[in-house]
């Protein structure tokens, strides 16, 4: 993949390349992960991991997180699903799955982030799209779950997808003092 900070031309489509296993890792994708991760949040983005400190953030603050999501990959357990276009990452998320029979038939997906400079051209429908085909066919999950941050319009865009608003936690996400945000909880039937 190309070095960090060129913005490639696009295909249509990106390519979606699964990680499932920490050896499956290619060089430099961490740092690419991290770099993307970084930005994202930096632009907005609302994808702040419990373990990561309010933005601004620097790639040191995020690097120990994306070491922690590579070392849990498992091929039943936690995949990693990238968008590359040209060669490039562009966005990227998270499959989390448990086995325990409660809740063995459904999945989790986190972070779900698209380059800023690449927003509104695909990638996270792709990615969405992708990752419900993965959890349907490969893993045999009859659900997805998901939880957003309201006021972004991230509602809408699951709700184009399929999704469907499940409930909410009003009022917890406390983005900045006298900003709080709700907490929307969704579900894709598989």
């Known amino acids: 993949m190309p070095s960090r900070g060129v913005v490639p031309e696009l295909p249509e489509m990106p390519e979606l390349v699964q990680l499932t296993t920490p050896a499956a890792v290619p060089p430099g994708t961490a740092r690419q992960l991290t770099d993307c991760w970084t930005a994202v949040v930096n632009a907005g983005g609302a994808v702040i991991a419990p373990e990561l400190p309010m933005p601004p953030l620097a790639a040191a603050d995020v690097a120990p997180a994306v070491d922690r999501l590579v070392r849990a990959l498992d091929p039943a357990r936690c995949r990693i699903l990238l968008a590359v276009s040209g060669g490039f990452l562009s966005g990227w998320l998270v499959l989390r799955h448990d086995p325990h029979p409660l809740v063995a038939h459904c ?6 982030q698209t380059l800023p400079g690449l927003r509104g051209r695909g990638i996270g429908s792709a990615l969405m799209t992708g990752v419900a085909g993965i959890a349907r066919d490969e893993l045999g999950l009859e659900r997805l ?19 469907v608003e499940v409930g909410r936690w009003p009022g917890a996400l406390r983005v900045a003092p006298g900003d709080d945000r709700d907490d929307v909880l969704m ?3 598989l």
Request: net charge positive; hydrophobic share 40%; no cysteine.
């Open 107 to 112: 999945g989790v997906v986190n972070h779900l």
């Open 145 to 163: 779950q998901l939880s957003a941050r309201s006021g972004g319009g991230l509602e809408e865009f699951y709700r184009r997808l399929g999704w």
């Open 187 to 189: 579900s894709l039937a």
